[in-house]
């Protein structure tokens, strides 16, 4: 008897390899339609039944949206006070860009906290990075809540009248 791979498997592995390399040459004409100025990063995602590469934000893809509340330390307020806060704002958005995400706005506060931050990223790993890095940065300090739409908060309540809740003691 002649040994090999069954038919099935024979079958199944031209199958992946066919998916593969469909998916390759959609990645190598997306990078080849791309603007030298669009961004270089690729974002892959599964959007209403079908697998998607491409550069974010595209039409069929909102990213979730963050809330900055920040205040500056002392070497923080020194570091700004020698440069221009404009320099500040673009700074920032620099940096939530390296995460893959969008500046939305930027502003600065007196209060309880010395500013505010809105920006888009694609996911919770990427917003906690970016507040691991400003964090230890020992420049500011600041802590970073999840947005919601009124559309999410919505399916939050349907979902939760499927949950069971026990209260301790009962």
């Not at 390759?24 to 690729?42: S, W």
């Not at 998607?52 to 809330?67: A, E, I, N, Q, S």
């Not at 500046?103 to 500013?115: C, K, M, R, W």
């Not at 919505?154 to 301790?168: C, V, Y």
Request: charged letters at 20%.
């Amino acid at each position: 008897m002649k040994q090999g791979r069954s038919p099935v498997l024979h079958s199944l592995g031209d199958a992946i390899a066919t998916v593969l390399v469909d998916a390759a040459m959609a990645v190598t004409a997306l990078d080849a339609a791309l603007e030298p100025n669009d961004t270089n990063q690729r974002y892959c995602a599964w959007i209403n039944d079908g697998f998607w590469c491409g550069p974010l934000p595209f039409k069929d893809c909102v990213m979730p949206k963050y809330l900055v509340e920040g205040r500056y330390t002392s070497d923080g307020l020194k570091g700004l006070a020698r440069e221009a806060s404009s320099r500040r704002r673009v700074d920032i958005a620099k940096t939530i860009e390296s995460a893959g995400g969008k500046l939305e706005v930027f502003y600065f506060a007196f209060g309880d906290a010395d500013f505010y931050i809105i920006f888009d990223v694609p996911d919770n790993i990427s917003a906690a990075a970016l507040s691991v890095v400003a964090n230890q940065s020992r420049f500011v300090t600041s802590k970073i809540i999840v947005l919601m739409t009124a559309d999410e908060m919505d399916q939050a309540i349907k979902k939760s009248m499927t949950i069971e809740f026990l209260p301790p003691g009962h």
